[in-house]
Nanobody, 124 residues
Framework: VQLQASGGGLVQAGGSLRLSCAAS????????MGWFRQAPGKEREFVAA????????YYADSVKGRFTISRDNAKNTLTLQMNSLKPEDTAVYYC??????????????????WGQGTLVTVSS
């Protein structure tokens, strides 16, 4: 599967952004999907994951209650709605696909396919 992330930009603290990830192919619903982010000088970190059906989600503590992950399998699209953004949310955000449908993992090395990333900058 090929992934294309979009929707990043510059926003003030407290604002909102909606990231999208478009997947190619007809097998999107075979994958658990996740969002990760990488801030300058830091390691890539887990943000959120969603099961193949959309019925289960998992969030990093740092974004719980502010971010919402969702998917539309009919449209091959993954979304991350980000509210109440903070300067520490500034990072390049990546969508990723895990071929296993039996887990929601925060471990980046378990994801098989990655999008190119989209930059989110939150100003204070």
């Amino acid at each position: 599967v090929q992934l294309q992330a979009s929707g990043g930009g510059l926003v003030q603290a407290g604002g909102s952004l909606r990231l999208s990830c478009a997947a190619s192919g007809r097998t999107f619903d075979r994958y658990t999907m996740g969002w990760f982010r990488q801030a300058p000088g830091k390691e890539r970190e887990f943000v959120a994951a969603i099961s193949w059906s959309g019925g289960s989600t998992y969030y990093a503590d740092s974004v719980k209650g502010r971010f919402t992950i969702s998917r539309d399998n009919a449209k091959n699209t993954l979304t991350l709605q980000m509210n109440s953004l903070k300067p520490e949310d500034t990072a390049v955000y990546y969508c990723a696909a895990d071929s296993s449908r039996s887990r929601l993992s925060p471990r980046a090395n378990l994801y098989d396919y990655w999008g190119q990333g989209t930059l989110v900058t939150v100003s204070s």
